[in-house]
């Protein structure tokens, strides 16, 4: 058990010495917690931060103006626990509609409705037909997509599904690699051959082709996407694993296993795979990255996440006709984010390949 302790010291002390790693664990807990409480933090808490409001579609980052909150017809007001409020967010019962000013006239307030830049309308609204506070001040950070949605908070909601197929992604492709590459290595033989042989044929298919298949048979959607991703991704896993366990079952403390009369399962499992799982965990962060990657690259052709759902890849689509425009930034910012949580993953992959001296067992 000491040995076991300074062992973890050692290994979280080296992680954590590099700059590079740790700037990578930072960004990776960051964004986790942006997906846990991501309905707490965004400012449109709505399911999927889907709130439109088309009078201030494509606006800039930073544009702030007034939302006079009229109620919704015929809209009862849902009570929304906490827990559910974090997990599927909070239906809105007002519509939220831009104004320029406001006044007080008897039983209503009049409004200048903005409609765009320097167009007005005056509207009259009863005051039994808005809310209690009727006019709030909101500012939109990152600007408004085509549909006048708030970016930043589709942005922060949009984490869960990177984070989320990165995820499903990891836990799929070890499952199937680790495996498959354990019953290879470990048996060798024609199981071997017949492992190997289903492991190149997947291997020969490009990626993307294969997650297409996949797509098209378990059909689009949150769930399809995140499974289609993981089950194309372990074939790296396998052959790493393979690979791995051929070395290791030659050595002596494997003999003395069999020799005591452990079965084989045993063996794989409780005097393998703990010593090689290293390399696995490296390959694992390299996975979750690409997994995020190839997420991102199925929503923005439409095959992934279906709107309304955010997806980074998804705004990616709905805003890169503004890449030429004076508004790129509408689709930068969800590339961004790509760029960076991806990196995270890297760093953090290369943070564990120094920290356990992957290279001197492979």
Do not use: C
Not at 123 to 142: D, G, S
């Amino acid at each position: 058990m000491p040995a076991a302790i300074t062992y973890n010291h050692v290994f979280l002390k080296k992680l954590l010495s590099k700059k590079a790693s740790l700037f990578g664990i930072l960004v990776i807990v960051v964004t986790i917690f942006f997906a846990i409480f991501a309905y707490v933090i965004a400012p449109d808490g709505s399911p999927n931060a889907n709130r439109i409001i088309p009078e201030i579609a494509n606006r800039k980052p930073g544009f702030n103006i007034k939302l006079l909150r009229v109620k919704k017809q015929n809209t009862a007001v849902i009570k929304t626990g906490f827990f559910e409020r974090l997990v599927q967010g909070t239906p809105d019962i007002y519509n939220f509609i831009p104004i320029v000013s406001y006044s007080n006239k008897n039983d209503s307030i009049v409004v200048e409705k903005f409609v765009d830049e320097g167009i007005t309308e005056k509207v009259t609204f009863p005051f039994v037909n808005v809310a209690a506070i009727p006019v709030i001040e909101q500012k939109f950070w990152l600007g408004t997509d085509k549909f006048g949605r708030d970016i930043a908070s589709r942005l922060i909601i949009g984490t869960r599904v990177s984070l989320g197929v990165g995820l499903v992604a990891v836990i799929l492709s070890l499952t199937i690699g680790v495996f498959l590459g354990s019953v290879a290595g470990y048996f060798k033989g024609r199981t071997d051959d017949v492992i190997t042989w289903f492991i190149n044929l997947i291997w020969s298919i490009p990626t993307l082709l294969l997650v297409f298949a996949v797509t098209l048979l378990l059909g689009k959607g949150f769930w399809q996407v995140f499974i289609a991703v993981g089950l194309t991704m372990w074939v790296n896993v396998a052959r790493l694993v393979r690979g791995q366990v051929l070395a290791v079952r030659e050595l002596e403390y494997i003999e003395a296993a069999k020799a005591l009369g452990f079965s084989n399962t045993r063996i794989i499992i409780f005097h393998i795979l703990p010593n090689i799982m290293g390399p696995v965990m490296v390959l694992a962060a390299g996975n979750f990255a690409s997994a995020i990657v190839i997420e991102a690259g199925l929503s923005f052709l439409g095959i992934g996440v279906q709107p309304p759902q955010p997806s980074w890849g998804l705004m990616i689509k709905e805003n890169y006709n503004f890449i030429i425009t004076n508004n790129p930034l509408l689709a930068l910012e969800p590339g961004i984010a790509i760029m960076l949580l991806v990196l995270a993953f890297n760093l953090l992959g290369n943070g564990l390949r120094d920290a356990l001296n992957v290279k001197e067992r492979m």
